[in-house]
Each structure stands twice: as C-alpha cells, then as structure tokens.
Antibody
C-alpha cells in the first residue's frame, strides 16, 4: 500500500541546518505532486511547500519559509526532501510529507496519505 | 493566525450531531475546494472529506461536508467516543498561491 516515511528530524541549535527525507513506496512516485506540512506545538497545520511530479515546479509558503527552506525530490530514489537552514525556535514542529492523490495533477489542498511525521526541535 | 477560521473547540454527547465550521474568503473557500482532515491524538492527519463533500473509501457516512459561499462545514452525526480528535479544514488560496488551513477544532465527546 501507499506509504510515506519521514526521517532526519532531531534537536538542532538556532541558526542550524537540517534536511528531512520522506521515503515513498507503494505508488509511482514520479507521477505525483508532493508536499511538506508542519504542526508546531499548540498551533494548527501549516503548509510549507510543494513540488511538481517532475521536480521543476515548486511553491513555498513565503511567510513561513522566507527563503530558508528548499524542497527537492529524487524520483530515482522515490524520496522527497526538505532542506532547512537558519532554523529558529518557532520552527520547532512535527514535519509531515504528504502526497497529492491526483496523478500528474494538482489538488491544492488535497493531501492523501500523510507520513507519520518527523520531529524537529530547535533548542539552545 | 490562520487564514481560515475555525472555532478552537466543540463538544457533543454520544449519538449527537455536531457541526464544525470553517470560514474563509473569496480567494480560498469561495473559489476552491475545501478539504477536511481528522487528527487523532499523537497521530498524523488523515483525509476525511475531499472536494467539499466527498468521502474517501473507509470514512463512515456519519461524516459529511458542505460548502456555501466562503464558508464550509463538517457534520458528524451519531457521535462516538473515537471521533474525539482535532479537525482541520484546508483550501488552496489563489492570492497567496498556496494551501491555507484553519486553526483546527478540537472535538470532545462527552
């Protein structure tokens, strides 16, 4: 079945960097738009970025990301990435990857399924 | 502060019907599909309703969605203890060119 497994989270100091990975299986990864979404403690879900099925088109939540995060994918490895630099205390959150159900399409806010998440803690 | 507005909490007794609302604007709910996600404690979000009122296979018909203008609603009938979770609405925003979420509504089953 379709499965998404995030990894790479951990504790990092303010200003530090981290790269999250999302290993996909059970579907043709290269056919689908992929997303990163996070949830900070005590807050709601927050969309961060999306990447087209071919890795060319990318969109970011400019307010949250502010040029610090980069989404990427390696279709040969069925893996999605989120590279994060200049991490701040308010980046502490559970980070989820999610798949768009529309083959080579774009649902916009249609995320199914989600991975179980990778926890990032920014702490000095 | 979230772009879409949801009440932070809701409650109902077992068997009751509860409605959770999501209010947006013309650039998001008013012009795009609304999606609802259920997040059980300690778990990842799960798709509950897609394209305003469609249920994925496996989601009980106790859950239903609707949309009118710039507002959307999720109705849960025959409330059960396992429905105790947080519910999030989401839509694409044409002005922001990104996905926007509500702040989430925590449902308590009394």
């Amino acid at each position: 079945q379709v499965q998404l497994v995030e990894s790479g989270g951990g504790v990092v100091q303010p200003g530090g960097s981290l790269t999250l990975s999302c290993a996909a299986s059970g579907f043709t990864f290269s056919d689908y738009v992929m997303y990163w979404v996070r949830r900070a403690p005590g807050k709601g879900l927050e969309w961060l970025a999306l990447i087209g099925h071919d890795g060319i088109n990318k969109k970011y939540n400019a307010d949250s990301v502010k040029g610090r995060f980069t989404i990427a994918r390696d279709n040969s490895k069925n893996t999605l990435y989120l590279q994060m630099i200049g991490l701040r205390f308010d980046d502490t959150a559970m980070y989820y990857c999610a798949k768009d159900p529309a083959i080579k399409g774009f649902g916009g806010a249609w995320f199914d399924p989600w991975g179980r998440g990778s926890l990032v803690i920014v702490s000095s | 502060q979230s772009v879409l507005t949801q009440a932070p909490s809701a409650s109902g007794t077992r068997g009751q019907r509860v409605i959770i609302s999501c209010s947006g604007g013309s650039s998001n709910v008013g012009s795009n599909n609304v999606y609802w996600y259920q997040q059980l404690p300690g778990a990842a979000p799960k798709l509950l309703i897609f394209k305003n009122n469609q249920r994925p296979s496996g989601v009980p018909d106790r859950f239903s969605g609707s949309k009118s203008g710039t507002s959307a609603s999720l109705a849960i009938s025959g409330l059960r203890s396992e429905d105790e979770a947080e519910y999030h609405c989401a839509a694409w925003d044409d002005s922001l060119s990104g996905t926007v979420f509500g702040g989430g509504t925590k449902l308590t089953v009394l």
